[in-house]
């Protein structure tokens, strides 16, 4: 932080105020300035992310890092490494990874970029037989890569051995021009991530040699005979790591949001005066906006548990399948893929929610909420779009409940555990939540036991809904993510008793437990209150327990309001990187608004006394009355123009 | 649309390229070119309204026309009127309404701002007492207005008479300056709407005279003497008309971004390949996307109906009025405050929720949603923050409930008369809805009464929690919110139901009446699913019923999809207004991407050859090592960058 805080190329003043270009441009020096800094301090390349994500904004080396090196490390082999590592880690060539194509996204069968073999020259031809086949979306193509990992159907001989990664030479490494036989181009302005040049490329019967195939597994050999993978299970482990840094973020995300609205909805005033003489109470007084924002700090927390349980079980994961177990693969690729789904959904609604509760002034750029939240908006999408994977964690439930029908519950996983009730169907529909009082909504198991009737209970209908006569699959893909989304809601209920049971929270001060508890509390109520329907449709929970649930959750609110602030700045983002008005730390909201706007390129330079350039072509013909002659009507009042 | 199509000024292929500046400058030239437009064709207001709405970009004389002008119209006396209006309505004074203060928005009763009266000089003197007194986010404010409406504390010997609006010259008609004694900036950059130049303004004893306070209603004479307004009731209206407005335009929205999402998800083909040589499935054949997707065509028709009643009601209302009958007035405003609040949020959240659903395209710019969801975004805060807004609504059907307690259900209104099954406790307890099978979802009885049955008791619910010990009335703000989420489910219900038993329904033929019937049903299944909990919660609807619900859902979605793309495309959006490369009329979504992203300013006039004007300073250093070097360490394979 302190170097990207006082180094004046990261400043962040003008981040509001610059169009696409100049904030591109600008993000072309800081990218130079990131590189430099390397050499200075040595940096570690998880230094070099974390010095990125501090200056808070896109670089197109970002993806040189996070994934064509990575790509380069795990599939080249260690020749191919020995010739093009070193120059990818001294920055001499910049990466991309061109896989997405403008036809093709989650299908990755439907790839149609083509790497034919000529068998003649020893080269493969890539082509791009269609407009659809255009690589599209790759972040660092558009104007920066020297390079790209291109993902290609592998040809020979006209038998398609299907997608395998290239490494593939498309600009001069003396002037930066595109070669010949490649079309490339940014492709324009996003709703974020605009300093990233996302492009657009094209094949024309481009030529490379054979050996710039990555290699670590499949191989074609001088003769053209190609040798298919070992299959990598330490591959799956990599598309975890992926979906649980997600997780993480999603809870950072969130928690960014936080701090800026709960700090400002502690400043702001608003509302009628109920004590004579007092001031208009906090507008974070007013229940509804603690409706609001509390659950929001809450889930921040929840989500946290949440993925630092999934980092320790990715670890576990990792060490059995250097061993060759994959018991837990199926289990870990389910719950991952349904929570990366379910966190960056409940983040980004959560986040534009929290920007709406601003009022007025979350609409102002300088509220520090639109800019993070536009970039980080592709989270719902990108690694698996978010309804899609939901699929993933159904169709693994199902073959779960499959091991209760035949009577194999023991070999269920620890998540899926609570299968096990249905092996007797119909005392599973005379259970009934049993919480009677305010008390038991803290106990962890009568809050677990809710959760996984629920999930049980929606897992068993997916199964009876797929034995239907005439309903295939692809039917029940509504069914599917209300049955993903009730496992990730048991998992996160999971991970939060965990983290209550841990050995860190016994270390905290009794008052900090008691807090956390209530939030905790909080965010499983407010969870509840969210899916009621789920919760209450086969009466597990009755009328009487919905409204404990809504009275102790307002209840709850007002408990936890006067440790609001404290909870919503925990996670200590400095004042640099929020870069709010309304959200900073000293809470001079409004001084901070007009500091800012202070700085609007319209108020500044146009002209003298700050009338703007365009007064005498647009403004002063009106006002003179030059152009637009016009007699209103004669009828006294109106209406007409 | 002719008019805007044709004429260079309005050309909007620049759109998503300019900058904040280029666009509000260029926004000014198509400004003065709608008033030259006015005088050539004789355009009344609501054709210069209309006219403004085809270039689908705000100019800042939008507030001058539907907020200034008819504020004077509204409360300047005739006198003032003679002296002001013509100049006005013929743009040689350009204004601008400045109501909300930094500090202060919703709390009208908060304003700061003082006009104090001097007796000896005849003259208001305008003062901002503190920082957060300044007047913020007024449109049009900026840089462009001369005169103001600014309302502010009415200041005499002393005494405070409240909030009144007074006509403020800001700027000189001679050179554009602002005056001495006020500070005006831009506020600057916004989530959207940026070619308005909100503004900010304090003032330091600024002086106007006494003249120029608005005086139709209440009045100040030469002797300071202060006369109380008769109250006018017809300005109530005036607020319910621009809510019955937003409820229109919410509906239009929707159907924008549900008009280019269905288009592109019916050009767009992914997925599994199920029969054999057959192309991929149309996205808009997934399932889990028409989930997404078809309901938010029919909440498009289900709002518009709402709006055409609300517009009936308004005229009666309006009728009413003018003869002092007040009668309809509390039913009308408490409907309008919840309607606004209801129908913007599921404008917004579906609008943004369409986009998610284009996949990773729905977040380029060129889908041609992103845009105009940005400028929309503010309606669920202005006119009433939407949250706020509920408790309007509530403390209404908390009167009217009185009335049920009273024994007078008889004097109930149209839209409350359900209260009426309140009378009966006990019988109202053990209701059940009777719905049995498919075909009685279609009735619209048995429809109607889900609603009122839900609405009736959360009403009671929230009554039986203001009676509670301790419980004031700012502790029920989410059950007010709940309360009026309910009441408003049920009005657009009558709507519905109005319409289909509606002549110009009956005017349908028989094939397009099954298809709109079929759509409305839709909209209710997909309204009780999302709401579930408040249906099933005391058992009303029962678990059998859940389950036919989500079947009959499922089955209507596969029902309507045939008519999908004609239904989304029925509010017949020109391409020219959509300016989406995925949703436009003939299908071409990726050559359109394609053409939209060749006029990216980072592809064109950089340098030769397409390389960016940062290649020498920020690339090149790199690919040559001549700055950063850095050696990797010798540990062979290793992740260290």
């Not at 490390?73 to 061109?98: H, M, N, P, V």
């Not at 499949?218 to 990599?238: F, M, N, Q, W």
């Not at 009628?272 to 929001?296: F, G, K, S």
């Amino acid at each position: 932080m302190r170097l990207v805080e006082t180094d004046p190329i990261f400043d962040r003043s003008d981040r509001y105020f610059l169009g696409r270009s100049e904030r591109f441009h600008k993000g072309l020096r800081r990218m130079r300035r990131l590189v430099e800094l390397r050499s200075e301090y040595n940096l570690s390349a998880h230094d070099m992310i974390t010095l990125q994500q501090a200056s808070d904004e896109y670089v197109p080396i970002y993806l040189h890092m996070s994934m064509f090196i990575p790509t380069l490390e795990g599939q080249a082999s260690d020749e191919q490494q020995a010739k093009w590592l070193t120059a990818a880690l001294q920055f001499r060539i910049l990466g991309c990874y061109a896989q997405t194509e403008l036809g093709h996204g989650s299908n990755l069968s439907g790839l149609e970029t083509t790497a034919t073999l000529d068998r003649s020259t020893d080269e493969w031809i890539l082509h791009s037989p269609h407009l659809s086949s255009a690589k599209f979306w790759i972040g660092a193509l558009g104007k920066t890569a020297t390079h790209a990992i291109v993902v290609a159907k592998l040809i020979i001989d006209g038998r398609d051995h299907g997608a395998h990664p290239f490494f593939v030479p498309l600009r001069s490494l003396e002037d930066h021009k595109v070669f010949p036989g490649i079309v490339i181009h940014d492709i324009g302005p996003k709703v974020g991530a605009n300093t990233m040049d996302n492009g657009f490329m094209m094949f024309k019967q481009y030529r490379i040699p054979r050996e710039n195939m990555l290699m670590r597994y499949a191989r074609v050999s001088r003769d053209g005979v190609y040798t298919k993978p070992i299959h990598d299970k330490l591959a799956y482990g990599a598309m975890t790591y992926v979906r649980v840094g997600l997780v993480v973020e999603s809870a950072e995300l969130l928690s960014r949001a936080c701090t800026i609205a709960t700090r400002y909805l502690a400043v702001r005033r608003q509302g009628p005066v109920t004590v004579p003489n007092a001031r208009e109470p906090q507008v974070l007084d007013h229940l509804m906006v603690q409706y609001r924002v509390l659950p929001r700090i809450a889930q921040t927390y929840a989500l946290r548990f949440t993925g630092m349980w999934m980092y320790s079980m990715y670890d576990k994961l990792m060490q059995q399948l250097a061993q060759n177990n994959v018991n837990m693969l199926a289990d870990v690729h389910a719950y991952s893929s349904g929570l990366k789904s379910y966190t960056t959904t409940i983040s980004m609604e959560g986040i534009e929610d929290l920007r709406k509760c601003m009022g007025g002034h979350g609409y102002s750029m300088f509220s520090g909420i639109p800019d993070f939240y536009a970039t980080a908006l592709p989270t719902t999408t990108y690694e698996g779009e978010n309804y899609l994977l939901t699929q993933q964690t159904a169709k693994y439930l199902l073959k779960q409940i499959e091991l209760v029908r035949q009577g194999r519950s023991d070999a269920l996983s620890t998540t899926t555990d609570y299968l096990r009730q249905l092996v007797e169907p119909s005392l599973f529909a005379q259970q009934r939540w049993s919480v009677q009082s305010a008390r038991d909504l803290d106990d962890a198991n009568l809050v677990l036991a809710v959760y996984a009737h629920r999930a049980a209970r929606v897992i068993r209908e997916l199964e009876a809904a797929k034995q239907e006569d005439g309903v295939a699959w692809h039917d029940l893909q509504v069914e599917s993510a209300r049955v993903s989304r009730a496992h990730c809601q048991y998992i996160i209920a999971q991970c939060i008793a965990y983290y209550l049971a841990s050995k860190s929270f016994a270390r905290l001060s009794p008052a900090t437990q008691t807090v956390m508890r209530r939030l905790m509390t909080l965010y499983h109520l407010y969870t509840l209150e969210r899916d009621m329907g789920d919760f209450t449709e086969d009466g597990y929970v009755s009328a009487m327990q919905v409204a404990l649930i809504r009275r102790e959750l307002r209840s709850l609110l007002r408990a936890i309001r006067p440790d609001a602030v404290g909870l919503a700045e925990s996670y200590g983002w400095p004042d640099f990187l929020l870069n709010s008005a309304l959200g900073s730390s000293d809470g001079r909201a409004y001084e901070r608004m007009v500091e800012h706007l202070q700085r609007e390129p319209l108020n500044n330079g146009e002209m003298d006394d700050g009338v703007i350039r365009s007064y005498r072509e647009c403004l002063r013909p009106l006002i003179r009355g030059e152009v637009g002659q016009w007699t209103p009507p004669e009828t006294g009042r109106s209406s007409k123009l």
